[in-house]
């Protein structure tokens, strides 16, 4: 007996070795050796004659050969592998049979019908009674991803082992119902905490979703927010853009003027260069024109920096702006600052005036700017038809 049951343990290693690919990271050998020791213990402590002990044992080493052939009805495929490896090492022929009842009886969907059926369906899943059992559990779950038979979330996966511990499954012999059934329920019990946490966590975290979904859709302070802030940067941008532009202008006629008083001038004291006196000072004084233009448009408006409790509350001065507090004592600015704080309608009529009075300026700036280049322009064409004209009618 022993020497057969050596043999069928040999041929179910090389088996899987050979041909079960690495995907079977549940039903492999470790599985079998597992399931083989289960059912002797069993058999240890049940009274079962020798030859239903060996059709039993050889039946545990042999019952999961099918999957090198296929996942879904293996129990058939190993049956004929069982009968084919029996026949090989001259086994009877009822030992044939027993041995492919027995692994038949494994299919989780039957009922057993006598002891010895009972026991290998109990060896077969005495990992639920285990302290292993998260860890071979878990090993299932990613295999049957793995052959894509099903993916299971964590949550689906603890409801479905939940679902089989509940409903499905149970032990039939006094042995599996005495040494393993206690276990089998604190694993049950730490399923369902472990389900109850998830679904705390879940439910938080949708909450916390809803919440956050709820405060977007019912507070338009955000968009508001944007919008402010958007538009001063763009406004401000645009002042950067002007008083760039006048800085350039400011340059440009700079250069002209430093070019005219070093060289053209001079040389006007001659009298053969007396025709160009008019031209030179139109020149000089559009370039002059354009320049104090130029720092028209950029020069800053002094306030007073100062403002009054009645101006605060009767919400007629812009806090926003430096200009209207920078001579006021820091306790004071505090004060008109947190009342300020205190009142949203305040806050975003500030920010109004705030964007109202830096439309102004620049309304101001370009309109200088318009005005600059133009004298500059007209000054341009006028200086070169000046000085065209002097040299044609010297």
Partial sequence: ????????????????????????????????????????????????????????????????????????????????????????NNATGELIEKVKQ?????????????????????????????????????LLRQELELHNVKNFTTAEWLQENIRVFTEKHKYYTDYAIKEWKPKKEENLLELIESKNKQEKKLKKEEHKARMKAKYKNDNPERSIQTLFRVTLRNHIKLSDIADTKANILLSVNAIIISLAIANLIPKLEAASNKHLLIPSLVLVLFSVASMILSIMS????????????????????NLLFFGNYHKMPFDQFKWAMTELIKDKDYVYESLMLDLHSLGKVLHRKYLLLRLTYTVFMVGIIISVIAFILAFYLM
């Fill in 1 to 88: 007996m022993n020497n057969l049951i050596e043999k069928a343990d040999k041929f179910v290693e090389d088996l899987f070795k050979e041909k079960l690919p690495n995907t079977y990271i549940y039903h492999n050998y470790k599985h079998t050796q597992r399931v083989a020791k289960s059912t002797k213990e069993l058999l240890d402590n049940s009274e079962i004659n020798v030859k239903e002990k060996e059709a039993l044992l050889l039946a545990a080493w042999l019952h999961d050969t099918g999957y090198v052939h296929t996942y879904k009805g293996h129990e058939i495929k190993s049956a004929e592998i069982a009968e084919n490896f029996l026949k090989e």
């Fill in 102 to 138: 027995y692994i038949l009886a494994t299919k989780f969907t039957e009922s057993p019908k006598c002891i010895e059926e009972k026991i290998i369906r109990d060896a077969d899943s005495s990992h639920f009674g285990k302290d292993y059992f998260d860890e071979t559990s878990e």
């Fill in 298 to 317: 950029t020069r800053p408006n002094v306030t007073s920096g100062e403002f009054t409790k009645e101006q605060v509350k009767n919400r007629d001065v």
